[in-house]
């Protein structure tokens, strides 16, 4: 593949959600790093009773603990800056199988802005190319409103609750 048709491929391979949160970014920012638990859907999750956790820092986990003690490794912290933006290696193939290398991974980038009204939270998930043989079907349903969007709506209906 040429540098030119992977250009083209990585403007494509993107998945965008976004949503309209009733708190400040501030507040925002620190449900999705400190509550992921709280929020994250349980049928998105490798064990019903496993525990999520985000690790606040650059090269930081975001990570499955469960019930036979084993850390699951989703995610790397690649970037952060307070109350505006996560940047992650996201490292569930399309398989939902666990990445060991982030550089073999998609990238998720956050977004928190305030805004009438709330919070406008922007997530792009990129590379998905990065993910080998599946990568457009897993596009695909990241894109659908079972992906992220549904996501998303789970951390809205939770801050409404917190």
């Known amino acids: 593949m040429t540098s030119g048709e992977m ?3 990585e403007q494509f391979s993107l998945c965008k959600a976004e949503v309209l949160l009733p708190a400040s970014a501030q507040s925002a920012y ?6 992921i638990d709280a929020w994250w859907p349980a049928e998105y999750r490798f064990s019903p009773d496993g525990v999520l956790g985000i690790e606040p820092l650059v090269g930081g986990s975001c990570f499955e603990d469960v019930e036979d003690g ?3 490794h989703w995610g790397t912290i690649q970037e952060l800056e307070e109350g505006s933006k996560i940047v ?3 490292q569930i ?3 939902r199988l666990l990445i060991e290398d982030p550089q073999k991974a998609g990238i998720v980038t956050i977004q928190f802005s305030d805004v009438e009204g709330g919070t406008q939270l922007k997530l792009v ?4 190319e990065r993910y080998g043989d599946g990568w457009r079907e897993y596009l695909r349903a990241m894109n659908s409103s079972a992906g992220w ?3 998303l709506n789970k951390l809205k209906t939770a801050i409404v609750k917190i």
């Open 149 to 151: 969007a549904y996501c």
């Open 88 to 90: 992650l290696a996201w």
């Open 70 to 72: 084993r850390r699951l």
């Open 125 to 128: 998930h990129s590379h998905f």
């Open 93 to 95: 193939s399309p398989k």
């Open 7 to 9: 250009g083209v491929l």
């Open 30 to 35: 620190v449900c999705f790093l400190e509550k």
